[in-house]
Nanobody, 120 residues
Framework: QVQLVESGGGLVQPGGSLRLSCAASGSIVGINAMGWYRQAPGKQRDLVARIASDGRVNYAESVKGRFTISRDNAKNTVYLQMNSLKHEDTAVYYC??????????????WGQGTQVTISS
């Protein structure tokens, strides 16, 4: 059984910062790409940032220069440092990872989501 557990969401004022964490646990053989998505009310779930197993990253245009994704492979954890937060960053943030379990099969896993609210 594999699961992703997120933490670090909350309420912050515009211009503030938050750091999200997502730890994968369970019967994990290996992890490929890890990433963060977000979904605002009434909108589709969109990619925020993604980091490959070799460290290559890509970001949504709207967060470039403000957000930084990183990962600790020893801890099976991915982070999202969010700076200069704006009202439009308000959303539920979901962690995603492509994980290989026992038997060598891989699939996408999702965290339960963590609310990020930017408000003065």
């Amino acid at each position: 059984q594999v699961q992703l557990v997120e933490s670090g969401g909350g309420l912050v004022q515009p211009g503030g910062s938050l750091r999200l964490s997502c730890a994968a646990s369970g019967s994990i053989v290996g992890i490929n790409a890890m990433g963060w998505y977000r979904q605002a009310p009434g909108k589709q779930r969109d990619l925020v940032a993604r980091i490959a197993s070799d460290g290559r990253v890509n970001y949504a245009e709207s967060v470039k220069g403000r957000f930084t994704i990183s990962r600790d492979n020893a801890k099976n954890t991915v982070y999202l440092q969010m700076n200069s937060l704006k009202h439009e960053d308000t959303a539920v943030y979901y962690c995603n990872a492509f994980i290989y379990g026992l038997g060598g099969y891989g699939r996408d896993y999702w965290g339960q989501g963590t609310q990020v609210t930017i408000s003065s």
